[in-house]
């Protein structure tokens, strides 16, 4: 088995990943902090995505280039949209699309120009070893969250989701503006800021890649309540545990 990149969106997801890795050295090109060790056994290099799709986009590409990586795994948060997608939940991508691009009317709504494509696949295998992985940590979700922060956020049985996940450099804070995704793009389950850049890199590289958001409030105008206590109580421990669940096999 090769060298796999595991991309976090946030510095507590990158730390808790960070304290289970015995023998990380630090790298540092383009301003970027590249942490080379072992997790569970797997050659990984772990590094902060960075936030937007130009940065992710930049992230992937030296992961690629630079360290050679063999696949790619990225973690974080996003906002809710399909319909029973909630609070505490898993989104792992079938694919990804950036729904702020708009090249009209010369190319499609959606289309990337050039590519004949609006979505980019996440590789299958990846996915559905990444969503056993996520359904096992969520069946006992109590163990790794503990039920005080469990319930503090409301989370009584969490679920995992599989499909389509949206990105764009926006963060979606609004009812309206989820609203208006829900309408444009009615199969979208999740919204978020680098997953379709980081999945389009990897289309362009040959490198398969797989994309998990924990669903840290409903892109509504709710979104920003508890953002940081979310992070830290739930989704970097869910991070932490799903991925090292996906590297055992």
């Known amino acids: 088995m090769g060298r796999i990149a595991i991309m976090a969106a946030m510095h507590e997801e990158l730390a808790a990943l960070l ?6 050295q630090k790298d540092t090109v383009a301003g970027r902090e590249f942490w080379v060790g072992h ?16 940065a992710a986009a930049t992230t992937t590409t030296l992961l690629v280039e630079r360290y050679g990586v063999d696949a790619l795994l990225f973690t974080g948060v996003a906002g809710g949209l399909g319909a ?5 939940d898993v989104v792992v991508a079938d694919a990804l699309l950036q729904h702020d691009m708009d090249a009209s009317p010369i190319f499609p709504r959606w289309e990337v120009p050039l590519y004949g494509r609006s979505r980019f696949e996440a590789d299958a295998a990846m996915s559905e070893r990444l969503r056993a992985a996520a359904a096992d940590v969520l069946a006992h979700a109590g163990t790794h969250l503990g039920a005080q922060a ?41 919204v978020e800021m680098e997953g379709a850049a980081v999945a389009q890199v ?24 508890d953002f940081n206590t979310f992070i830290r109580e739930i989704a970097s421990r869910y991070s932490v545990a799903i991925v090292r669940r996906y590297l055992r096999g």
């Open 150 to 190: 469990l319930a503090g956020f409301g989370i009584a049985s969490p679920a995992v989701h599989r499909g389509l996940i949206i990105s764009g450099d926006r963060f979606v804070s609004t009812a309206a503006e989820s609203g208006a995704l829900r309408a444009a793009l009615p199969d979208a389950l999740a």
């Open 84 to 88: 029973g997608v909630r609070v505490g």
């Open 39 to 54: 997790l569970e056994g797997r050659e990984v290099v772990a590094v902060l995505s960075r936030i937007g799709k130009v």
């Open 202 to 225: 990897c289309h362009d590289l040959g490198v398969p890649c797989a994309v998990m958001r924990t669903i840290s409030d409903r892109a509504d105008d709710s979104a920003h309540l």
């Open 19 to 24: 304290a289970s890795m015995p023998d990380e």
